[in-house]
């Protein structure tokens, strides 16, 4: 599968470690470090395994995150001195600074995101408008937060380990397409039902990809009602608009190439 998706929403390994620790329910005061790894590395990989635009920057929290691993899992020498283990202290304690630092910023843009602009995210055009859905109090979703929801379809299917040389008929043009004609025709749907019809990880991970390159140029949104509730998508914005987004996004992407 030659498709590689770039996104300028993809957030970064600050963002990833604050949804682990979300997702464990743990205090960024007292993460565990091992588990966290764990799942750090274990989303890095499908993210890899999709082809995403992985910046090294998340390898090198992925370093970090193991340094510290293993210093934690290093016994003390005996023979250290007192003075220099209380100079060294928790081995985390950087990285907790780092994360309720970003945190802070983060919370405090969220809530400037929150106020009303004039003229945000208003489109001229009404043709094949989508019927208004109150979203107030929805939460939306990251891009880690997807991935987990990713995992939980993909392992319907197991690890294609014999490789079988087939024609992929399969295209992230098509399945954005079928994505549009679902959305238009049902209203909304739920994130996992995308997938009931799959015969395969690869129709997965394309229809997945499809989905991120809808997020990326805004024609589709993605929340849910409760954190642990299902996933939920539908339009934002009309058909036509999204059309001409689309277009303009191919056009942009063999300027790009050439």
Known sequence: ???????????????????????????????????????????????????????????????????????????????????????????????????????????????????????????????EAPEEVETVGFESLSLFDLLSALRHVLERFPEERIHEVTLDTISVREKMSFLLDELRRRGKVIFQSLFETATSRLEVVVTFLAMLELVKIRAIRVWQEERIGPVVIELAAAIGDIQDRIAKEEIEGEDRGA
């Not at 635009?53 to 899992?73: N, P, Q, Y």
């Open 1 to 127: 599968m030659s498709a590689r998706v770039q996104l300028e929403v993809f957030e970064g390994p600050l963002d990833l470690l604050l949804h682990l620790i979300k997702k464990n329910e743990v205090s960024i005061a007292d993460i565990p470090i091992a588990t966290i790894t764990e799942q750090y590395l274990s989303t890095l990989e499908l993210m890899q395994g999709l082809n995403l635009d992985v910046a090294g920057e998340f390898l090198v929290m992925a370093a970090t995150l193991i340094h510290i691993k293993s210093r934690m899992l290093l016994p003390p020498g005996e023979d250290e001195d007192e003075d220099e283990e209380e100079e060294e202290g928790d081995p985390r304690e950087e990285l907790i600074r780092r994360l309720l630092e970003y945190q802070r910023f983060k919370e405090a843009a969220e809530e400037l995101e929150r106020r009303e602009l004039l003229s945000r995210d208003v489109f001229v055009r009404r043709s």
